[in-house]
């Protein structure tokens, strides 16, 4: 059986004002590596490297843009993030989030609970386009 996976991509319009778009990665079945069965996969996509981040309880991330296009995978935690057209989100342990808003004013983003939220953030390429 073939899915998706679900995920928050937050960008920058031509304004420089963040905002929130819900998008799907399509996995369809591959021999990924074998001799194992098929599993599904996605495309590949180029990626510059990769790191642990840890956010603390009680951290708060006022308006910045991404340094880097990246994925951000929560392992831990949750966390609110505001974009500048003013909604909000929360993502929790198991999300997938897309920072794509490396111009303009960015986004927040605020630890929520007693947990930290631990990430494991994929940057991409300079060169990659928007998925």
């Keep these: 059986m073939m899915g998706t996976i679900e995920y928050l991509r937050i960008y920058a319009d031509p304004d420089g004002c963040s905002h929130f778009e819900i998008k799907r990665i399509h996995l369809t079945s591959k021999d990924y ?34 340094p880097v296009r990246q994925w951000l995978i929560l392992m831990t935690g949750e966390c609110e993030f505001e974009a500048g057209d003013g909604e909000r989100l929360i993502r929790r342990a198991g999300d997938v989030v897309l920072l794509d808003d490396t111009s303009g004013q960015g986004h927040q983003t605020q630890v929520l609970g007693d947990v930290a939220v631990r990430i494991a953030a994929v940057h991409f390429r300079n060169d990659s386009e928007a998925i």
């Design 33 to 66: 590596a074998p001799p194992a069965p098929p599993l599904n996969t996605s495309a590949a996509e180029p990626a510059e490297q990769s790191v642990f981040l840890e956010l603390p309880v009680g951290w708060y991330g006022d308006w910045h843009p991404t």
